[in-house]
């Protein structure tokens, strides 16, 4: 069982900057993939990257390569995802999932994750 817990949104001009963070606990991350998805009011849930603990392989969705970066830090069991260049189209709600076993092709997919954060919410305007 893998615990969650998001940190790090709020309100941003466009252009700026956020960084959140993912504070993991309850289980050793060691063969996990952790992922960020994000929720827009009225969307579905979106993939938005993902990260291989063990191997530090990154995913990235089209609209946010280049702009967003995922890494981790082993020495707390925290994962981040910097956010540059924001948009008003990356207002949502962003969720930290987590679950072993993803294979490659199935790392963009929400459905993929077991484990959830409650969210926290980033919003983009002027």
């Known amino acids: 069982q893998v615990q969650l817990v998001e940190s790090g949104g709020g309100l941003v001009q466009p252009g700026g900057s956020l960084r959140l963070s993912c504070a993991a606990s309850?289980?050793?991350?060691?063969?996990?993939?952790i992922a960020w998805i994000r929720q827009a009011p009225g969307k579905e849930r979106e993939f938005v990257a993902a990260?291989?603990?063990?191997?530090?392989?990154?995913y990235y969705s089209d609209p946010v390569e280049g702009r967003f970066t995922i890494s981790r830090d082993g020495a707390i069991n925290t994962i981040y995802l910097q956010m540059n260049s924001l948009a008003p189209e990356d207002t949502a709600v962003y969720y930290c999932a987590a679950s072993s076993g993803v294979i490659t092709s199935n790392s963009y997919n929400p459905g993929a994750y077991r484990y959830w954060g409650r969210g926290t919410q980033v919003t983009v305007s002027s």
């Open positions: 990260i291989r603990w063990n191997s530090r392989t990154t």
């Open positions: 309850g289980s050793t991350l060691s063969g996990y993939t």
